[in-house]
C-alpha cells in the first residue's frame, strides 16, 4: 500500500510537470510498458525533429516502474528549441557500479541521464542495471 502512495504521488507530480511545462514551450513524449530500441528509435526522432533543443540541459527526464518485475515507463520533457544543440542519440547502458559507468559506459564528454531500470540493489551495494542516456552524436 505505501508503495502505491509513493507511485501515485510521483505519477501527480509527472503530470504537474508536464502541465507546468506546456506553459513555457516544454513538450513531453510518454512511454509505458517497456523502452527498447524501438521506442529508443521514437523518442530520438521525437527529440530531433520535433524539440530541436538547444543544449542538453532543455532535456530530462522521469522513468518509473510499478513493480520490480514491470516494465520501464519513461517521460521525456524537453525545451522546444531552434536546435543549436544538433543531433543527439539515446541509448541504454548497463552499469554495475557509477565509477564503471562514468568511465566505461558514457563514452562522451556529456550526457544527461533520463531514467534509470534498476535490476537489484542489494543492502550496502551499489545498484545494479541500466541507465537511459541522452548525449550528443
Not at 501527480?12 to 513538450?27: C, G, Q
Not at 524501438?38 to 530530462?60: F, R, V, Y
Request: charged share 20%.
Amino acid at each position: 500500500m505505501r508503495l502505491t502512495a509513493v507511485l501515485a504521488s510521483l505519477l501527480s507530480l509527472t503530470s504537474a510537470m508536464a502541465a507546468h511545462a506546456s506553459s513555457v514551450d516544454w513538450i513531453s513524449f510518454t512511454f509505458v510498458g517497456g523502452f527498447e530500441e524501438k521506442q529508443i528509435a521514437q523518442s530520438t526522432t521525437w527529440i530531433n525533429e520535433t524539440c530541436k533543443p538547444d543544449e542538453l540541459g532543455s532535456i530530462t527526464g522521469f522513468s518509473y516502474k510499478s513493480s520490480m518485475d514491470a516494465k520501464l515507463g519513461l517521460t521525456i520533457l524537453c525545451h522546444q528549441g531552434s536546435g543549436k544543440l544538433g543531433k543527439v542519440r539515446i541509448a541504454r547502458t548497463k552499469f554495475k557500479n557509477t565509477y564503471a559507468f562514468a568511465q566505461d559506459q558514457l563514452r562522451s564528454a556529456t550526457a544527461v541521464i533520463i531514467g534509470f531500470d534498476f535490476e537489484k540493489s542489494d543492502g550496502g551495494m551499489e545498484p545494479i542495471g541500466e541507465a537511459v542516456i541522452v548525449a550528443k552524436e
